[in-house]
């Protein structure tokens, strides 16, 4: 009897292995070091409020009044339980950033508990929408394919892929967005987002009609590797650049004095993409063949040299740069 009536305060969900996961226990005082108290004794000892249980059911009959597509309603219950989950284990400002999505009337309630965690903490929107207004939080708006993020800023990310507006490059930014052990949550429907947001060991639950919900802890070594990889994605992506512009020339030659005046613009943007990325290289002679090749292509436009060697140390570094 009193361990049925100790589930009346522990809210579930089905991970995709069949085993329950727990999500929230409005009862685990232990854990709760926010503000907002677990329980309020009257004045008797059966006058008992249980202020916390009773916040987030409120809030979770709210989800479901206005989110009435059974599985997706189910994702946000989800996503509220581990967000309030959070917030009861530190009394600190916290910032959650909800990513995609709408301005969901529930969301406005759950702001408003989230002040009672601590009374600084904020919540963020970030969205890709124009005239989309919402006057309970902080409004952030910029195209997911060009987005940009503070480093170590939020607690936790919960990103809405309803709209299935989500692109799997921004899992780094979002990532390093986050504190050390700050948490990401992602709601989608497709599989690939899911598996792009959700890290390894993570937990991911079933909420039906392929709707899933990831949650991941951002570790140390987690932001590591992701620094790693926005380093090796940065080089990759300069480094193509680099051999584009040189195959673009190796190509051209022999050419005009017109086109000698370009090619000799893109040899010198070549000689600072490798001097930004030399540290990364592999090969020590690039610095120098770049040089070198850049004197060539001079000489070539002054009439002091000629393309056959221009042609010759353009392959030497294309070597060199894709070895």
Known sequence: MAQDARKYFQYYEQLTDGREGLLLDTLDFYNNHSAIPMHVVGETEDDIDFVLDREVKKLLALIQNECRRLPLSNGYRAAVLLMVAYCLRK???????????????????????????????KLYWLTQ???????????????????????DSFDVVLLDDTDESLISAMKNTIGLSLHSQGEMIVLSQRKAIIESFTLEQANTYELGA??????????????????????????????????????????????????????????????????????????????????????????????????????????????????
């Open 91 to 121: 009394y600190k400002l916290l910032k959650i950033l909800y990513v995609g999505g709408k301005p969901w009337k529930w969301l406005g309630v759950f702001c408003q508990l989230l002040h009672s965690f601590h009374p600084d903490s």
């Open 129 to 151: 929408q124009d005239n989309v207004p919402c006057d309970f939080c902080t409004e952030i708006k910029m195209p997911f394919a060009e987005l940009l993020l503070p480093r």
């Open 210 to 323: 392929d709707w899933r919900i990831g949650h991941s802890i951002i570790t140390a070594e987690v932001r590591t590797t992701m620094d790693a990889d926005t380093l090796e994605g940065a080089v990759a992506n300069i480094l193509q650049e680099s051999v584009n512009r040189i195959t673009l020339v190796q190509e051209a030659l022999p050419a005009n004095t017109a086109d000698l005046d370009n090619f000799l613009q893109a040899a010198e943007d070549v000689e600072q993409y490798i001097l930004l990325i030399y540290a990364s290289l592999p090969s020590l002679e690039v610095k120098y063949l770049v040089n070198e090749w850049k004197r060539a292509l001079l000489d070539y436009r002054l009439g002091w040299g000629n393309a056959e060697k221009v042609k010759l140390l353009g392959e030497l570094l294309l070597k060199e740069l894709q070895q």
